[in-house]
């Protein structure tokens, strides 16, 4: 399938009914799961597989949501090599069974069926807001609304979704899936207040006088990190997250498909060993790139990406040159032709139409400096405390998900969320009681 001519969405499709279900039968339903210690939120993994296993997949889905409020999400974008699957009992003979498609499979057919018929208690335990629509954001919303509390979440962007909608490509993550959870987390009686930008739009003061009992920040690191070498200022060099955010809205039609700076027949470097670089690459592919190397300055065995990530790009013929640490960016009139790198054997210059560079990011500061009382370290992540677990140095003020640590996946995200969400439940509670 393809969208305004840019490029093709190749995902998997996933397990069809009776595919799921014989999966399912070669869990050996172990007495000691070793694959939910492998999970971050604690999936109650060999629970759910046996519902599916039996064919009930209402049951599967109720299991689910007992622990995450994004199975799609997580059944795709998990590194499960690394977590469930890779605890697996059976992985030592490499056949894990492959519990993050058994997760999407639920939850696809969850909606695809209606599934859904959660009771919902009302919306008279407390007020919080959540900014930012990001994994963490997102579990905290639902998690809350679940409980009790009346949550609205405000967002910067025109949809929410945060990095899940516009960082991850659609070839790893379609947006309709991601429209389809937020659309089930509204359905828990969560506001999303879109087109809202912190620090210019509402404060954390503001929102206090709006009477929330409480305010989660969960903004993520937004603010991409540049390479600070010589040409730097020359045209044709491009964050990584810039270019994903605008491949994206082109892809979707939103946005004209000259404003990507990758084109068909262009020669693209990317700058970077993470997830993030690893996504720009083999967008570039899909584009049309005659040719995509990733430069990294350490060890293929140091690379940050997932390894399921890194071998997918290979095996979309991405080059990959180790132990090379770009020192200058080369240019003609004004356009970059080349990245200069030192290597072990003395340094070259690699030619290129495009660089794209994806070395990390840092949280933004319009929350924190709009607001006295938030203290941060000296990197610039909020600091929080044990109890109430992610409360910040301001009273009712709560923080987590990559503006708290450094960035990670979905799926941890979602796990310090959890946890922050019940740090909330209780401040709320007390702080009522208090009033009393």
Do not use: W
């Not at 690893?278 to 065995?301: F, L, Q």
């Amino acid at each position: 399938m393809e969208s305004e001519g840019l490029y093709l969405i190749d995902v998997d499709q996933g397990y069809t009914m009776e595919q799921a279900v014989a999966e399912a039968k070669r869990c050996l339903n172990c007495k000691n799961p070793t694959c939910i210690t492998g999970c971050p939120i604690e999936n109650h993994i060999p629970e759910f597989i046996k519902e599916v296993s039996k064919g009930n997949f209402g049951e599967a889905r109720e299991i689910l949501a007992r622990k995450t409020n994004l199975p799609a999400i997580c059944g795709r974008v998990c590194p499960h090599d690394l977590q469930c699957e890779g605890h697996c009992i059976l992985a030592k003979a490499g056949k894990e069974i492959k519990i993050g498609k058994l997760e999407r499979f639920v939850a696809d057919f969850d909606h695809s069926m209606g599934l859904i018929n959660e009771k919902i208690p009302r919306k008279t335990r407390g007020k919080v807001a959540v900014i930012g629509s990001g994994p963490a954001g997102l579990t905290i919303a639902g998690d809350l609304a679940k409980d009790g509390f009346n949550v609205v979440v405000y967002e910067a962007l025109p949809e929410p979704g945060g990095i899940l909608l516009y960082g991850i490509p659609d070839f790893r993550l379609q947006k309709d899936v991601v429209r389809r959870e937020i659309a089930k987390i509204a359905s828990y009686g969560v506001t999303f207040m879109n087109n809202m930008v912190g620090g210019e739009d509402f404060t954390v003061d503001t929102l206090f006088e709006r009477e929330f009992d409480a305010v989660f920040i969960g903004t993520g690191t937004n603010v991409s990190n540049n390479l600070d070498i010589p040409g730097k200022e020359l045209h044709g060099i491009e964050l990584s997250s810039y270019f994903l955010r605008t491949s994206m809205l082109a892809n979707e039609g939103k946005l004209n498909g000259e404003e990507v700076i990758v084109k068909e027949g262009n020669r693209v470097i990317v700058i970077g060993g993470g997830n993030v670089a690893m996504d720009a690459a083999r967008t570039a592919v899909r584009i049309g790139a005659k040719e995509v190397s990733v430069v990294y300055r350490r060890d293929e065995e140091d690379m940050p990406a997932s390894k399921l990530e890194y071998e997918d790009a290979r095996s979309e013929n991405v080059r990959f040159r180790f132990r090379n640490t770009p020192v200058e960016y080369i240019g003609r009139e004004g356009k970059v032709t080349g990245l200069k790198v030192k290597t072990d054997a003395g340094e070259e210059i690699l030619e290129t139409d495009v660089v794209l560079v994806a070395i990390g990011s840092k949280p933004a500061r319009r929350i924190v400096s709009t607001t006295e009382g938030i203290e941060v370290d000296e990197k610039g992540y909020v600091i929080t405390r044990e109890k109430p677990y992610g409360m910040c140095t301001l009273k009712g003020v709560f923080a987590g998900g990559d503006v708290v640590h450094q960035p990670a996946t979905v799926v941890l995200a979602m796990k310090e969320a959890k946890k922050v969400a019940e740090g909330i439940a209780a401040y709320v509670d007390a702080k009522k009681l208090l009033d009393l």
